[in-house]
Nanobody, 120 residues
Framework: QVQLVESGGGLVQAGGSLRLSCAASGLTFSTYSMGWFRQTPGKAREFVAASSRGGSYRLHADSVKGRFTISRDNAKNTVYLQMHSLKPEDTAVYYC?????????????WGQGTQVTVSS
């Protein structure tokens, strides 16, 4: 049974930083590309960042480029999202996802999400 468990969300002031983690189990982590997405009520889920299987290739949405960085540790079956210079508009539920391919056309597994709230 595949599980993706996000952690690290919380309440932070604008300009602050957070690091999200996503621990994976039940899959061969190093064979999956990983992504981070976010969603706010009433809006579609938005792509944030993605990492290739080995981590050599990374993509970031324009809205977070220069502020967020995706990384992964295949020895720990974990993908991270380091977030700096947070803005109130970054407030959302953040989800990690796993895809069997790169670049990912669709994601096969999703976590339950972690809430990030940025106060102004």
């Amino acid at each position: 049974q595949v599980q993706l468990v996000e952690s690290g969300g919380g309440l932070v002031q604008a300009g602050g930083s957070l690091r999200l983690s996503c621990a994976a189990s039940g899959l061969t982590f190093s064979t999956y590309s990983m992504g981070w997405f976010r969603q706010t009520p009433g809006k579609a889920r938005e792509f944030v960042a993605a990492s290739s299987r080995g981590g050599s290739y990374r993509l970031h949405a324009d809205s977070v480029k220069g502020r967020f960085t995706i990384s992964r540790d295949n020895a720990k079956n974990t993908v991270y999202l380091q977030m700096h210079s947070l803005k109130p508009e970054d407030t959302a539920v953040y989800y990690c996802a796993a895809a069997n391919g790169w670049p990912a056309r669709s994601y096969d597994y999703w976590g339950q999400g972690t809430q990030v709230t940025v106060s102004s």
